[in-house]
């Protein structure tokens, strides 16, 4: 028994060494997947308001309050007198079927927001006219969110270097989890 939770011990300690590691210092530009792997609406969520579009995507109404900003701000490190440089940004949009959940919030920075200015909205709208699936616009948006383009991000980010150094985005990712 004791080796046991001593190995579990042991891997619980490397995670969280990595995970700080990669995520723990600096500017976020990417989601922590200790905190933020994104969840979809479904019916039973209680902020679900109606079915959209033909496939018949759950939708979920925005709710997000001050509090749970401020929650989701204290979970990556980000200071208060860096925050008006984030919006607390849904991981997977609404609009194509995200939540509300604190599995579905990250901080974005304003910058990184910049150099992908319209992914959200041009998924949206190939969802809603019925040319991808929900299961494509979620992928897209993931793809997008975990490996954005460093040298855009960076440029972007150099007038923001008040708030510390930049996070790292790692260069060869696992495959992105695909949600059922």
Request: proline share 6%; charged share 30%.
């Amino acid at each position: 028994m004791k080796k046991i939770v001593g190995r579990g011990l042991i891997v619980l300690v490397w995670q969280s060494v990595f995970a700080g590691a990669l995520f723990g210092a600096g500017v976020p530009l990417i989601p922590n997947p200790e905190f933020t792997n994104g969840d979809l609406c479904g019916v039973k969520d209680k902020d679900f308001d109606e079915f959209r579009y033909d496939e018949e995507i759950a939708h979920c109404k925005r709710n997000v309050s001050k509090g749970r900003r401020d929650g989701i701000y204290e979970d990556y490190n980000i200071p208060s007198r860096c925050r008006n440089d984030y919006t607390i940004d849904h991981f997977i949009p609404l609009s194509i079927g995200g939540n509300n959940r604190n599995e579905n919030l990250w901080p974005e920075h304003k910058a990184i927001k910049a150099v992908r200015e319209n992914l959200e909205y041009d998924v949206y709208l190939d969802l809603r006219g019925a040319r991808i699936t929900q299961k494509e616009a979620v992928s897209i948006i993931r793809t997008a969110k975990l490996a954005p383009p460093v040298e855009e991000v960076q440029q972007e980010l150099s007038d923001y270097a008040d708030c510390g150094p930049l996070q790292e985005i790692p260069t060869q990712q696992s495959p992105v989890k695909e949600q059922e």
